[in-house]
């Protein structure tokens, strides 16, 4: 949601004559778009914020804005902390940063913070997309789940669905401007509908998309394990536009430790979700966060989570030590459990983790792939998706970019694939 918000931003600034500027030191405006899902998000804004200051001595005229969730969450703060700071703004008012920079040009000598507490102002024909064949949509805002560890409600608001007839109309125009894969965005989309007039859930909404021809891939993020429903599995194991992969937060392994996240499912609950989706979706991905340490977790719980983590066999995960955010629920629970034993923790679940991966992605060599191709990889190697969403890197043309290949992959590592083009 952050990198569509970004999009939406450049499209507002060069709507308006602005141009990017290929160094910080010639910039005229510097935008600072915030996440405030972990500590260290706000750790690396401050740092980023400081290196600023400099630039802003040198020339005096340079704006600075910092908006996003942060900013959101901490509002006249930055200001406070840093007041060569120009411009704050919010989740809710990012459609008004241009009038908010030609404010300040106007008032030199004030501040800005313009964060307001609830709105939506979401146009989804207003961004610029950063590939030409591919592009973020979201379905919705915002949350109502209020896991305990989470500041996303917070800093998003409650959710709101954007309607199925501006979505559908907005990816017909995409497609038809050459874009072959979407990715539909939302902090829950299996909740999607139902907070719309007219009776609609994502199932729905996922089988119209999948009817707009030329529209060759569809992804979505984030599905929650307590909304997901047969309906979807049935739409997504009979549309063969539709990407098998399913992006799925386990979070936890212990019962004990869900409950307290207020996640309102048990492992088995999510064992039989995981085996109903692989017995639905052929050659299906499956990937997940998981958090380690969250207050009161106790050695046996986390091996509740790797247990979790060899029995589920996920494709990859995402693994974050607990942060704790002012304001959750969680944020008031004893933490007992020293950070060096999260730590610890931590490096035992990756391990483990990196093993299945890398044993998952095995299973794939020999075998071929259609790829979109995405632009370049590490090394001047090209580097594209599987259907399941799994990156393999290759050598071939820079013409490739934005077009599909068949791939046979060659090799496999724990965090990606090698391959080489099957020639035709």
């Avoid at 939302?186 to 996922?206: M, T, W």
Wanted: glycine fraction near 6%; aromatic fraction near 10%.
């Amino acid at each position: 949601m952050n990198e569509f918000d970004s999009e939406r931003i450049t499209f507002l600034l060069e709507e308006n004559n602005y141009t990017p500027a290929l160094e910080k030191s010639e910039a005229d405006v510097i935008i600072l778009n915030t996440c405030a899902v972990r500590e260290k998000a706000k750790n690396k804004l401050y740092s980023k914020i400081g290196e600023l200051k400099k630039l802003k001595k040198e020339n005096p005229d340079l704006i600075i804005c910092v908006g996003g969730c942060t900013a959101q969450n901490l509002k006249e703060k930055i200001i406070k902390d840093f007041p060569y700071v120009d411009v704050v703004f919010g989740t809710h008012n990012i459609s008004r940063i241009v009038e908010l920079i030609n404010k300040k040009r106007t008032t030199p000598n004030k501040n800005i913070c313009e964060v307001y507490e609830a709105g939506f102002d979401y146009v989804l024909s207003n961004f610029k997309r950063t590939f030409s064949f591919k592009s973020y949509v979201p379905i919705s805002i915002g949350c109502n789940n209020y896991c305990s560890y989470c500041v996303v409600p917070f800093v998003r608001g409650k959710e709101i669905s954007i309607s199925q007839d501006e979505i559908v109309k907005t990816l017909k125009e995409l497609v038809s401007q050459g874009v072959l894969e979407i990715t539909l965005v939302g902090q829950n989309v299996n909740s999607y509908g139902k907070d719309l007039e007219r009776p609609i859930n994502f199932a729905d909404l996922l089988y119209e998309v999948s009817e707009i021809e030329g529209l060759r891939r569809i992804r979505f993020i984030t599905s929650h394990p307590k909304d997901f429903s047969s309906d979807l599995l049935d739409v997504i194991s009979e549309r063969k536009n539709i990407m098998p992969h399913i992006h799925l937060p386990l979070q936890a392994g212990s019962n004990k430790i869900l409950k307290a996240m207020n996640r309102k499912y048990t492992r088995d609950s999510f064992f039989e979700l995981v085996e109903n989706i692989r017995l639905k979706i052929k050659d299906v991905s499956i990937t997940t966060d998981i958090i380690v340490g969250f207050p009161g977790e106790e050695r046996e719980d986390f091996e509740d989570t790797l247990d979790a983590v060899e029995r589920i066999r996920f494709n990859r995960a995402f693994t974050f030590i607990y942060s704790k955010r002012e304001g959750t629920k969680a944020s008031y629970l004893e933490d007992p459990i020293p950070l060096c034993e999260k730590k610890l923790w931590f490096r035992e679940l990756v391990e483990v983790q990196n093993r299945v991966s890398f044993e998952e992605n095995k299973k794939k060599e020999g075998k071929k792939y259609e790829v979109l191709v995405e632009g370049h990889g590490s090394k001047g190697l090209l580097k594209g998706r599987l259907e399941d969403n799994s990156v393999v890197n290759f050598d071939g043309s820079k013409n490739l970019i934005g077009n599909f290949t068949d791939i046979l992959i060659t090799s496999a590592k724990s965090f990606y694939l090698m391959g080489k083009i099957i020639d035709k």
